[in-house]
C-alpha cells in the first residue's frame, strides 16, 4: 500500500512529530509512505526524515496559508498537488493540519484514491476566541469550508481523541461510522528512561544544582498553552520555595513578548528560564522533578506523552484531552486552566511528597506503555489505512456497477 501523507511543513510541532515517528513503522510493515509538504522546512526534523530514507516533495516553494488573499495560492497547491498524486499513484492521501487538509481534498476530488483526514486539535472550541489572534470572522470561514471538503471529499476521518472526535462531530457533523478515534504514540527507544545518573548528568549540563525543585513545560509560546499562568503560580511559590526552577522548551509564539515581560516585572529571571526551542527535550525532562501542562486546551498533548514515558508526575489542566490521557490521583494532579493558585498549590503538594511524586511517575511509565507507545499507534493506524482502502475501493465498484445497469 502506498500512502501520501500530507502536512503543512515539517514544523518543530505534535502533528509532525508524530507524523515523522510512526514512518519507519509503516515501512516495516509493508506500507510505502511518501510525505509532501507546503512548504520546506530545512531544519533536524526533515533532515532526519530524508537520512532514514523517506521521499520528502515539496508541493511549493513557500507556505500556503488558507486566507482569502492567498487564493491564487492554493489553486497552484492544489494543482501540484494533483499532478503528484497522478505521479505516485497511492491508494491513500492522508491529510494533517488545516491547509494540506483542504488543498490535499481539493487534489484528490475525482481521483481514484482515497482520502482520511487527521484531526489533531480542537480547532472550532468556542475556548479559541479567547486567543487574542483568533477572530470569529476566520473560524467561522474555516470551518465552513472545512465541512464542506470534508463531506464532498473524505471517506473517512481520524481524530487523535475522544475529546477531538466529540469537538469535530459538533463542528463539522460528521457521521460517528466515519471518525475513529486512535491515540498518538512516542518511540520510547528514542526517549530513552529517566535515572539518577541521567537526571544528575542533565542538571549538570543546564547548570542547575543537584538538589533544585525542578518543575519543565514544554510547549510552543502560545496563549492556549497558559505559560502566563505558570509563570504566575511560581511567582507564588518563590518565596517560599528557595530552590525552585522552572525550565520551559518550546518555540517562540504570539505570547513570547508577554510572557519575558511577565518574568522581568515579577523578578524571575533566577528562576525561570525560557530556553526556546530544543532538540534535547528528553534530557530536560529526565532533569526534572515535576512536568506541568497548564494549556487551556489540547488535543492530546504530545509532550505529556513524552513526559510519562520519562516516569515523570504530571501536573495538568483539567480539560477533556488530558482527562482521558492521565489519571487524576494515580500519575497526576489536574487543576483548572488560568487558576494560578490551584496551581501552584498543586506543585507545592508534589514537590513537599517525595513518595507521591515516586509513585505518580511510575504510574505514568506504566501508562505510557500501555496506552501510548508509538507501536501501538502504528498498528492501529494501519488497520484504519487497510480499511478505508477496501470501503473506499467497494464504493468505487459499487458505483461502476450501478452505471453499467443504467447503460
Same mark, same amino acid.
Given at each position: 500500500m ?9 514544523a518543530h510541532?505534535?502533528?509532525e512529530?508524530?507524523?515523522?515517528e $510512526? ?11 511518501i510525505?509532501?509538504t $507546503?512548504a ?12 532514514a530514507?523517506?521521499?520528502?516533495h515539496?508541493?511549493?516553494g513557500?507556505?500556503?496559508? !488558507?486566507r482569502?488573499?492567498?487564493v491564487r495560492?492554493l489553486?497552484s ?5 494533483r499532478?503528484?498524486?497522478r505521479n505516485?499513484?497511492?491508494d491513500l492521501?492522508?491529510? #494533517?493540519l !488545516?491547509?494540506a ?8 476530488a475525482r ?6 483526514t ?5 480547532t472550532? =472550541? +468556542?475556548?479559541?476566541?479567547?486567543d ?5 470572522? #476566520?473560524l467561522? =470561514?474555516?470551518?465552513i469550508?472545512d465541512k464542506?471538503?470534508?463531506r464532498?471529499?473524505?471517506?473517512h !476521518?481520524h481524530a487523535?481523541?475522544? =475529546? ?9 457533523k ?5 471518525i ?25 549540563? $543546564?547548570?542547575?544544582?543537584p538538589d533544585?525543585?525542578v518543575?519543565?513545560?514544554v510547549a ?5 498553552k ?10 507564588r511559590?518563590?518565596p517560599?520555595?528557595?530552590g525552585?526552577?522552572?525550565?520551559? =522548551? ?5 505570547a513570547?513578548d508577554? $510572557? ?5 516585572k ?7 528560564h ?5 532538540s534535547?527535550? +528528553?534530557?530536560l525532562?529526565?532533569?526534572a522533578?515535576?512536568?506541568v !501542562? ?6 492530546l ?6 513526559a510519562?514515558a520519562l516516569?515523570?508526575?504530571?501536573i495538568a489542566s483539567d480539560?477533556p484531552?488530558?482527562q482521558?490521557?492521565l489519571?487524576p ?6 487543576? +483548572? +486552566? ?5 496551581l501552584?498549590?498543586?506543585i507545592n503538594q508534589?514537590?513537599?511528597?517525595s ?21 501501538r499507534?502504528?498498528?492501529?493506524m494501519?488497520?484504519?489505512y487497510?480499511?478505508v482502502?477496501d470501503?473506499?475501493h467497494?464504493k468505487?465498484?459499487?458505483k461502476?456497477r450501478r ?5
Amino acid at each position: 500500500m502506498t500512502v501520501l501523507m500530507l502536512i503543512n511543513r515539517l514544523a518543530h510541532g505534535g502533528a509532525e512529530r508524530s507524523l515523522v515517528e $510512526l514512518l519507519p513503522f509503516y515501512a516495516r510493515d509493508g506500507v510505502h509512505p511518501i510525505v509532501a509538504t $507546503l512548504a520546506p522546512a530545512p531544519n533536524d526534523l526533515e533532515r532526519d526524515v530524508i537520512d532514514a530514507g523517506f521521499d520528502v516533495h515539496v508541493v511549493r516553494g513557500r507556505q500556503f496559508a !488558507f486566507r482569502s488573499r492567498d487564493v491564487r495560492g492554493l489553486i497552484s497547491a492544489v494543482r501540484d498537488l494533483r499532478r503528484l498524486i497522478r505521479n505516485v499513484k497511492p491508494d491513500l492521501v492522508h491529510t #494533517n493540519l !488545516f491547509a494540506a487538509d483542504i488543498a490535499g481534498r481539493l487534489a484528490a476530488a475525482r481521483l481514484p484514491v482515497a482520502t482520511l483526514t487527521s484531526i489533531v486539535g480542537n480547532t472550532y =472550541a +468556542p475556548e479559541r476566541l479567547d486567543d487574542p489572534n483568533v477572530t470569529a470572522m #476566520n473560524l467561522r =470561514a474555516c470551518r465552513i469550508i472545512d465541512k464542506w471538503t470534508g463531506r464532498a471529499v473524505n471517506d473517512h !476521518f481520524h481524530a487523535i481523541s475522544h =475529546a477531538v472526535k466529540e469537538s469535530a462531530q459538533a463542528a463539522l457533523k460528521i457521521p460517528d461510522d466515519r471518525i475513529t478515534v486512535i491515540h498518538r504514540g512516542r518511540d520510547g527507544v528514542r526517549l530513552g528512561r529517566g535515572s539518577a545518573e541521567r537526571r544528575a548528568a542533565a542538571r549538570h549540563a $543546564l547548570g542547575i544544582e543537584p538538589d533544585a525543585e525542578v518543575i519543565i513545560s514544554v510547549a510552543k509560546q502560545e496563549h492556549r498553552k497558559g505559560l502566563g499562568t505558570l509563570i504566575d503560580a511560581v511567582a507564588r511559590l518563590a518565596p517560599r520555595r528557595a530552590g525552585l526552577v522552572m525550565i520551559h =522548551a518550546g518555540l517562540e509564539g504570539h505570547a513570547t513578548d508577554e $510572557l519575558q515581560h511577565q518574568i522581568e516585572k515579577d523578578g524571575l529571571g533566577d528562576r525561570v528560564h525560557m530556553l526556546g526551542y530544543r532538540s534535547d527535550v +528528553p534530557e530536560l525532562l529526565a532533569a526534572a522533578d515535576v512536568f506541568v !501542562f497548564p494549556s487551556l486546551y489540547e488535543g492530546l498533548g504530545g509532550s505529556v506523552i513524552e513526559a510519562m514515558a520519562l516516569g515523570l508526575p504530571i501536573i495538568a489542566s483539567d480539560t477533556p484531552a488530558l482527562q482521558e490521557m492521565l489519571e487524576p490521583d494515580r500519575n497526576a494532579l489536574l487543576v +483548572p +486552566p488560568l487558576r494560578a493558585p490551584e496551581l501552584a498549590d498543586a506543585i507545592n503538594q508534589l514537590l513537599d511528597d517525595s513518595a507521591r511524586r515516586l509513585t505518580f511517575a511510575a504510574r505514568s511509565r506504566e501508562i505510557f506503555e500501555e496506552r501510548f507507545t508509538v507501536e501501538r499507534s502504528a498498528a492501529r493506524m494501519l488497520d484504519l489505512y487497510t480499511r478505508v482502502v477496501d470501503e473506499h475501493h467497494a464504493k468505487q465498484s459499487a458505483k461502476q456497477r450501478r452505471r453499467r445497469a443504467l447503460s
